[in-house]
């Protein structure tokens, strides 16, 4: 050794000087480690292995635990494997499986570090290697150690046995022809006595079955062997994972296993194994009704319980019964209500899942106020995990469990209310769905979109403004059917809508277009009702001419509930008089005027176009108002004809497009769509697509600000925030008076306008749980008393696209070339049962017909390629073929396979190795449809 | 399958992080601090449950346990049974326990190698190959032996590496 290498080992820092370092530095925790990773760069070129494997050990220490790269240590750590020390070892193999992966350009010199290793007579060694193998194994390597691990597989040492079992699981993930050669020395283990190894290999297989339970089917017996021997909870376990795999694939096998599952859940005191055998149960096996009753009553204990994480797994089973039987649900209700305050998150959330499963259309409105009110008193997160899967819950397969869609509308109102309330967005989305496709509710979507718009306290709350943009493009869109237009517009106008981001400001606008249109079109055609020249096809027949000369002071309270009905639309009655228009032309000057100069495109365009509009008609209207009123008729033609046409264009009706709209757009001649566009992306390469829709330069707010100052509301400190609101609502109503509705007339709406997180419904909370309880109690009563008086309004659905999206994907038969080796090793090698030696004796002569029936598909398994899905199903119709030659007549089939299937069940019951050998002496009489079961009966 | 296994205190340091899938360090660091994001929020006394899918991706749980100062994560998907690796959880502090006489934070910063060895007995590449306390001692004392055996060959004795592997 070299001096210089034997002063760098005396004074290099060990691992536990860096951690002592690490602790008591005084330079800052990432100056020192990147100190130390400078020294390590240093000692781990050192040629001495001493030296080169602490600086690795440091390395990996501040790689795994300061998360620093590595990456540059890989050979380095190659050079300390090939130490012949158990120590340094140990190091190399850490660092190794610390750092490795697919694409280390070293990999592939490790390979014989493994081999040697793997063939180490010192077992510690090998378990090293083993364990970096499982951590690091890629196809090359998994090929090239397949020999190894198949000679550990049957290792003497059950230290060393058991790893290679659980090695194996990558080897056959990484290279599936392994299985091949080791896949029969893994089932012998599942006949090993030593509950570690037995742990192992069924471990290894429940894994295996995860993925394609099907391959596995063949090894039912042993594994039904295991589930009734085994004491310990480990192996039960796992063996219960395997069987709610296979179970459900066949049915006679889910028969016999539910005897000895029912047992262990009635003997076992193990908890964990207790809920694998209920989880099993309620899922794998649902269909045995005692099964059940027994497991939900296990269940039962889990939710009375004071350990809260058997209540949380109580609940998540139950809600994997609550799928097929429901009554599960019921039966448990007052411990699942109870659950919705608890303490824990988790339990919260499960009981809500819960109780959104027991929704159903007679009791949904119920069960929404109850879970509203829920959400009103609890913490932010969880408030909205209740808002949420409301909403979920009531959209469901287009709002299928909802009648009553004007209650739905006012609960969507009612919720965006909610103080804590995030879901702005999903509001908005079901507020405009349910307006295009329910016409009935459109009423109602109009009252409740004002009752949002009108209330300036909403304007302060960012999550909202999804919703207020919905209402105001509802109340725009339908607003022929609101009571007091001109309200509406007040509303959309009103000075803190500068407060909303400048996209919902454009859809502001242009409801403000919309509104209007339809104002100044009433007042017109009812100017003209009185004219005997004009038609009388729109006219509002409950208008008459008088009503509009009315007093402005009292049309609140004289129109209120005057709504008409002119074919079949509901008309807003409320006198649109001169003067009003008058007021609200001149508003939208103001209002708007500033925002021609917005740095927003999108909002600076409509408040143009609007302003363009009132531009147009203003004059007009301002003439006739002054002069006479009746005899102006020629002159106001013309504007008349321009909002008419507004109005026609305006009210031709949106509808809900399906998402293959643009597929059934035939295709115009001489429309070339083909044409290779790639020649303009070298013209437009230049041109840099803008990073959102909005182009804006500055601070929209800001401009908004100047702008507000001249609006007719003078109220220049509009940017504060939402608490501030009241007394700003308090001047706006002080001014605008006249527009707000008057207490009397609509309950929904208290005089104060209660700012937004202020909750009219807190009182009765407190008796909320006994109420669900309740509910639920009658929702679940099968007797269904209709309580909607009125039918379900129509909701318009699309052909095929709003249809569920069916999950129309087939479990597609896992061809991969992992279960398609499995499979031929399973059924190729079945003339040579893992079973036992003796049985190759009592079956030699029926099985020498069989190999010739299996010739075919052997070899050429093994000739043919892996992962080649042609040939393997190629394989398997020979598979199929073979056997239905032996099936001796296709009619008794079915007969017979009953009786047969009775027969073994029977025998199978007294269990044991000898038993399974019995029935695969029967002949074979199952269908060819299933071409695995007749196999795993041998 | 086991996917992760770590350690880490109630300030959130890491203290141990195994993770038995490849995964960059940077990912690493994110999905460390993403559970602890988590679970410093949650009060005493309730379930052992957090929700793992949102920071792991489907099908994956995360059991923890709370002792003294530290947090025992360890997440799994649907081929383990939870209240089976809480009882884990419990076999793996109970052999730190042992190991190192009243275990607290500081051996597990002190003695990374060994913490690892203990681990590395318990679970082997994802799988849970051996519960039993007392087994994983001997293996790790075994291990322990060959170590110090095969530093003690060396030619020049280092004060250094004497105390390095413990």
């Keep these: 050794m070299s001096g210089p290498s034997l002063m760098d080992s005396l004074f290099q820092p060990s691992l536990e000087d860096l951690i002592k370092g690490l602790r008591q530095q005084l330079i800052g925790e990432q100056a020192f480690i990147s100190k130390s990773l400078e020294e390590i760069r240093k000692e781990i070129k050192s040629t001495d292995l001493s030296t080169k494997s ?214 076992t005191g193990a908890k964990s194994l207790l809920f694998e055998c209920i989880r099993t149960v309620v899922t794998s096996l649902s269909e045995n009704e005692s099964a059940v009753r027994l497991a939900v009553g296990k269940v039962r204990e889990f939710l009375e319980d004071e350990d809260p994480n058997l209540k949380y797994l109580g609940l998540q089973a139950l809600r994997i019964v609550a799928e097929k039987h429901l009554w599960a649900v019921s039966e448990n209700k007052e411990v699942v209500i109870k659950s919705l305050s608890d303490a824990d998150p988790n339990i919260k959330i499960e009981s809500l899942r819960l ?186 027949a409950g208008v008459s001419a008088s009503a509009s000369y009315e007093s402005f002071d009292d049309f609140s309270v004289e129109n209120g509930a005057d709504v008409a009905v002119v074919h079949g639309q509901t008309c807003a009655s409320a006198p649109i008089t001169k003067e009003s228009i008058v007021n609200i032309l001149n508003m939208v000057e103001l209002a708007l005027g500033p925002l021609l100069g917005s740095h927003d495109v999108e909002v600076q365009e409509r408040a143009r176009n609007l ?213 031929d090793v399973l059924f190729g090698s079945e003339d040579i049962p893992p079973t036992s030696s003796q049985s190759n004796l009592s079956n030699s002569s029926k099985r020498k017909g069989k190999e010739k029936q299996h010739t075919d598909p052997h070899t050429e398994s093994k000739v043919s390629a892996v992962g080649d899905g042609n040939s393997s199903s190629r394989r398997r119709k020979d598979r199929s073929q073979g056997k239905e030659r032996r099936h001796r007549s296709p009619r008794k089939k079915n007969d017979e396979e009953r009786k047969d299937a009775d027969q073994k069940e029977k025998k199978k019951s007294s269990g044991g190795r000898h038993k399974s050998r019995q029935r695969a002496e029967e002949p074979l009489k199952v269908p060819a449809q299933t071409p695995v079961i007749p196999d795993f009966l041998l | 399958m086991i996917k992760a296994v770590m350690v880490m205190n109630t300030q959130g340091k890491t203290r141990l992080a195994k993770f038995y899938e490849y995964l960059p360090v940077e990912k690493q660091q994110e999905l460390i601090r993403g559970v602890f994001a988590v679970l410093c929020s949650r009060a005493e006394n309730v379930s052992n449950f957090i929700d793992a899918e949102s920071i792991f991706g489907p099908d994956s749980r995360l059991v923890y346990k709370h002792f003294a100062t530290l947090y025992f994560v360890f997440v799994f998907d649907s081929s383990e049974n939870e209240l089976a690796v809480l009882d884990l959880i419990q076999v793996f502090v109970e052999t730190l326990d042992r190991c190192f006489k009243n275990v607290c934070e500081l051996d597990v910063v002190f003695n990374y190698s060994k913490v690892h060895t203990i681990l590395d007995e318990m679970i082997f590449g994802g799988q849970v190959v051996e519960t039993s306390s007392s087994e994983i001692m001997k293996a790790v004392e075994e291990i322990s032996k060959l170590e110090a055996a095969s530093n003690a060959i060396t030619l020049i004795p280092k004060s250094a590496s004497g105390w390095r592997s413990r």
């Design chain 1, 54 to 267: 602490t600086a690795l050990l440091k390395l990996s220490y501040l790689s795994n635990l300061h998360f620093q790269d590595m990456s540059f240590a890989a050979f380095p750590a190659l050079e300390v494997l090939s130490s012949p020390r158990f120590s340094h070892k140990k190091i190399a193999y850490h660092a190794i499986s610390l750092s490795f992966h697919d694409s280390t350009p070293v990999l592939l010199l490790i390979t014989n570090h493994l081999r040697k290793d793997l063939n180490s007579t010192n077992e510690f060694e090998v378990s090293l290697s083993l364990q970096c193998l499982s951590r690091i194994a890629n196809v090359d390597l998994a090929r090239d150690l397949t020999p190894e691990v198949f000679a550990l597989l049957s290792s003497n040492k059950f230290y060393v046995r058991k790893r290679a079992v659980a090695v194996v699981l990558r080897v056959f993930e990484k290279y599936p022809d392994s299985v091949r050669v080791c896949f029969k020395r893994l089932v012998e283990n599942l006949e090993n006595s030593d509950p570690q190894v037995l742990s192992a290999v069924v471990g290894v297989f429940s894994e295996l079955a995860c993925k394609d339970p099907r391959s596995y089917l063949p090894l039912a017996p042993e594994f039904y062997k295991i589930l009734v021997d085994s004491k310990n909870n480990w192996i039960s376990i796992k063996v219960l994972k395997i069987f709610s795999k296979l179970a459900p694939l066949e049915p006679r096998l889910a028969k016999r296993v539910v005897e000895p599952i029912c047992d262990l859940m009635r003997n």
């Design chain 1, 355 to 540: 109780v959104m499963a027991m929704v159903s259309e007679h009791n949904v409105s119920e069960i929404s106020r109850v879970l509203v009110n829920y959400a009103i008193k609890s913490d932010p997160v969880f408030c909205n995990e209740i808002l949420g899967s409301i909403l979920s819950t009531c959209s469901r397969n287009l709002y299928e469990i909802i009648v009553d869609f004007d209650w739905y509308v006012s609960l969507l109102g009612e919720m965006s209310r909610i103080a804590h309330c995030q879901m702005g967005d999903e509001i908005e989305n079901q507020l405009i769905d349910i307006g295009l496709r329910v016409k009935d509710v459109r009423p109602e979507l109009v009252r409740v979109a004002r009752d949002l718009l009108i209330d300036p306290a909403l304007l302060g709350n960012s999550f909202l403004h999804g919703v207020l943009s919905g209402a105001a493009w509802a109340s725009g869109e339908y607003v022929e059917f609101s009571r007091n237009p001109l309200e509406l517009m007040e509303a959309l106008l009103q000075p803190r809508t500068s407060l909303l981001p400048p996209p919902i400001r454009a859809i502001y606008i242009q409801a403000a277009f919309k509104v209007l249109v339809f104002c100044l079109h009433t007042c017109f055609m009812r100017g003209k009702s009185i004219a005997p020249s004009a038609s009388l096809d729109n006219l509002p």
């Design chain 1, 611 to 823: 302003l363009g509009f009132v531009d147009l008609t203003k004059p007009e209207i301002l003439n006739s108002s002054i002069h006479e009123k009746r005899d102006s008729e020629g002159k106001r033609v013309e504007s008349s004809k321009i909002i008419k046409l507004m109005h026609d264009a305006f009210s031709k009706e949106l509808g809900p497009v399906s998402l293959s709209a643009q597929g059934k757009v035939s295709l115009p001649d001489g429309l070339v769509l083909k044409e290779n566009l790639g020649d303009l992306e070298m013209i437009c390469g230049d041109i840099e697509p803008p990073s959102s829709n909005s182009f804006s330069f500055g601070s929209p707010y800001e401009e908004e600000k100047d702008g507000l100052s001249f609006s007719n509301l003078q109220i220049r400190d509009d940017n504060e925030q939402s608490n501030e609101s009241t007394s700003l609502l308090a001047a706006h109503r002080k001014r605008h008076g006249l527009y707000y509705l008057s207490s009397g007339k609509s309950e929904m709406i208290s005089n104060d306008y209660p700012p937004a997180s202020d909750h009219t419904l807190q009182g009765d909370i407190n008796d909320n749980a006994d109420d669900l309880v309740k509910l639920t109690a009658e929702s679940l009563i099968p007797k269904r008393k209709p309580k909607h008086g009125k039918p379900r309004p129509v909701v318009v659905k699309l052909d095929e696209v709003d249809e569920k999206p069916v999950a129309m994907k087939q479990p597609e038969s896992r061809d991969d070339s992992l279960s398609g080796a499995v499979r």
